[in-house]
């Protein structure tokens, strides 16, 4: 099946830095979409972005489908932006089911 | 946006009970519905896909008589624990697919089982 690949796996930032997370995945997708876990496990779903470039706010995530990645960009990081962030595809022919990659657990200080 | 209500949010249970987890799609049909799984630090594993009026499609792994799947309209799924014991203790989260908004999930079902 297909692989999902997020990286880094774990990171601590600063109230106020800036960050890029990666998600690799290793055949063609028809969607992508990006995830935002909170402490009570809730999944918000943040991007639904199989192709180009999305901003909200304080987000914005770009997916280059042929060549299979894409950036989760968090700028001016705030404390409630903790979580772990997913990056979720769905195959083609896989039923629509979503694979998803093991996540990048967020942790911002004040 | 679509939104998929998911009960109940937490639930303790004795071992060898059964449990019931509903997922109702509140603005769209759903046709299809993903039931995922996941363990403490972990990412979501699929484990089975229901389709309304049809029988449920496990993944490989899943013990389909202990993880009973009902989808028995186009806005309820519903996942039964059967037996439950403490190696079932997990979070349990639906996602039904929108052609609109991607993937919508369920606010998710922490299980104990003690």
């Known amino acids: 099946g297909i692989q999902v690949e997020q990286s880094p796996p774990d990171l601590i930032l600063q109230e106020g830095a800036n960050s890029t997370l990666r998600c690799n995945f290793s055949?063609?997708?028809?969607?992508l979409q990006w995830f935002h876990q909170n402490p009570w496990g809730q999944l918000i779903n943040l991007f639904y972005?199989?192709?180009g470039t999305k901003q909200n706010g304080r987000l914005s995530a770009t997916t280059v489908a042929t060549e299979r990645y894409s950036l989760l960009y968090i700028s001016s990081s705030q404390t409630t932006d903790s979580g772990v962030y997913f990056c979720?595809?769905?195959?083609?022919?896989?039923?629509?089911?979503?694979?998803f990659g093991k996540g990048t657990s967020l942790l911002v200080t004040p | 946006g679509a939104v998929v209500s998911q009960h109940p949010s937490w639930v303790i249970c004795k071992s060898g009970t059964s449990v019931k987890i509903e997922c109702r799609s509140l603005?769209?049909?759903?046709?299809?519905m993903f039931w995922y799984r996941q363990f403490p630090k972990q990412s979501l594993m699929l484990m089975a896909t229901?389709?309304?009026?049809?029988?449920?499609?496990?993944e490989q792994g899943v013990e389909k008589d202990k993880f009973l799947i009902n989808h028995a309209s186009l806005t309820l799924s519903t996942l039964t624990v059967t037996s439950a014991h403490p190696e079932d203790s997990s979070f349990y989260i639906c996602?039904?697919?929108?052609?609109?908004?991607?993937?919508?999930f369920g606010s998710g079902t922490r299980l104990t089982v003690v």
């Open positions: 996602s039904a697919p929108d052609r609109s908004y991607g993937y919508t």
């Open positions: 055949d063609s997708v028809n969607n």
């Open positions: 972005i199989p192709s």
């Open positions: 979720a595809v769905d195959p083609p022919n896989s039923g629509y089911a979503l694979n």
């Open positions: 603005d769209f049909q759903a046709t299809t």
């Open positions: 229901s389709n309304e009026g049809s029988k449920a499609t496990y």
